[in-house]
């Protein structure tokens, strides 16, 4: 989606049901012609799930510290309109099986860390990708063909995954399944060579500030296939963008902000600039005029380092920003830290509400711009880009009341 011209991004829904229905085809004849492509054969089928491996051991597939899925019970959070339906799913919310495969022969496809065994079955928990309904939507079928096969000799543990190059996507499922790797396996000798998104700098940074910038990586790509002795392959923390509190806690335990970091509370306003069709705020000028009245300081977190959006975001008592990646950094607030979130009606998120609540004495309200009645439950929610056109008033009277709140006013 991110990569249509800004002009055609309001188009996406529409591009991603052909792609998808294209996928679909393409992977029906691949699948028919698997024996003339050898080692480059696209899976013959998938496991669904992890118990699934057990019906397949000539796999050899291992499946290590498995920790079933759970309910996840939560509260609505407040918000204007009152209980929009996005947020008042609780009841629905699970937290994900926990797990890590050992995946003898494995290969390990693109950028989306598609896993496929050495029997040809394509992993499916552990190789999703957005907006598709089965695993035979997923893209590594479009070209009709795996990459070229590089093979490597000893372990190698995948963390690259869908999103990986988001930096929403790569704080909380590909760091952490370090983390679930590390619970599900113990002590491994030597050290795994990790497969890792490390084109932009940030993703390099982030992986040593972490403490794991000593292990030898291979760089995701979308033209990469690569067959190791054995895959290591860690469940997806936050696959079901619930922000799961183990997640959340590793990060905040392994990104940490510098000790000379300035402590003095901040209240940040968090820019996504003026291009339009970027989910921008767009009456913006009047709405910083009144923050900046009110003490704020406005964050464009993409002009930042990754440790200087740790140490910023660490001081904050309040965030107000439209719904957009920069609010990853939620996961470094403090406690306490009090988050107005403004949407446009045609597309709410819970995935920030969600790392906030395991934020401990964090208040988080969100503000939703246009008529939200026009897209009830079941609405696609997809206009993903779709500018937000919120009264600044309407803000300002928000982060008033919160702010009296906050200092007892």
């Known amino acids: 989606m991110s990569k249509l011209p800004p002009r055609l991004q309001p188009l996406w829904p529409f591009a991603k049901r052909v792609h998808r229905l294209l996928t679909f085809a393409v992977g029906v004849v691949a699948r028919r012609l698997r024996r003339l492509l050898g080692e480059r054969a696209v899976p013959r089928g998938a496991v669904a799930t992890v118990e699934g491996w057990a019906a397949h051991p000539d796999a050899g597939v291992v499946v290590h510290g498995l920790q079933p899925e759970a309910p996840l019970v939560r509260e609505a959070p407040a918000g204007d309109p009152a209980g929009h339906w996005v947020f008042s799913r609780a009841d629905r919310a699970l937290v994900p099986p926990s797990f890590c495969l050992e995946v003898p022969g494995g290969t390990v496809v693109g950028d989306t860390g598609a896993v496929i065994s050495r029997t040809g079955l394509l992993d499916a928990a552990s190789s999703p990708y957005f907006g598709t309904a089965s695993w035979r939507e997923h893209p590594l079928f479009l070209r009709g063909c795996l990459p070229r096969v590089r093979r490597i000799e000893g372990d190698l543990l995948v963390l690259a995954t869908r999103g990986s190059a988001n930096y929403y996507h790569y704080l909380t499922d590909v760091l952490p399944r370090l983390g679930v790797y590390a619970e599900a396996v113990a002590d491994p000798d030597p050290a795994p060579t990790i497969l890792v998104p490390q084109g932009r700098g940030w993703q390099r940074t982030l992986l040593e500030i972490a403490g794991y910038g000593h292990l030898p990586v291979v760089e995701d790509a979308p033209d990469l296939a690569v067959r190791a002795d054995r895959l290591f392959v860690p469940s997806i923390p936050n696959v079901l963008e619930n922000a799961p509190a183990s997640t959340v806690a590793w990060v905040r335990e392994h990104l940490r902000p510098r000790p000379e970091a300035d402590p ?72 306490g830290v009090t988050v107005v979130e403004l949407f446009t009606a045609s597309y709410v998120n819970q995935c920030y509400w969600s790392i906030s609540r395991s934020i401990p004495g964090a208040h988080y309200e969100y503000l939703v711009d246009g008529d939200a009645a026009c897209h009830g439950p079941g609405s696609a929610m997809n206009a993903i880009l779709a500018d937000i056109e919120i009264d600044p008033v309407r803000v300002a009277a928000t982060v008033d009341r919160l702010l009296a709140a906050r200092h007892g006013a």
């Open 264 to 335: 003095r509370p901040r209240r940040l306003y968090v820019t996504r600039g003026t291009q339009p069709n970027s989910r921008r705020v767009v009456r913006e000028a009047e709405l910083w005029a009144l923050l900046e009245a009110r003490g704020f300081e406005k964050v464009e977190p993409g002009g930042l380092s990754p440790q200087e959006q740790i140490d910023v975001f660490s001081a904050a008592e309040m965030i107000v920003g439209p719904h957009g990646a920069a609010l990853t950094n939620l996961l470094f607030a403090p406690a």
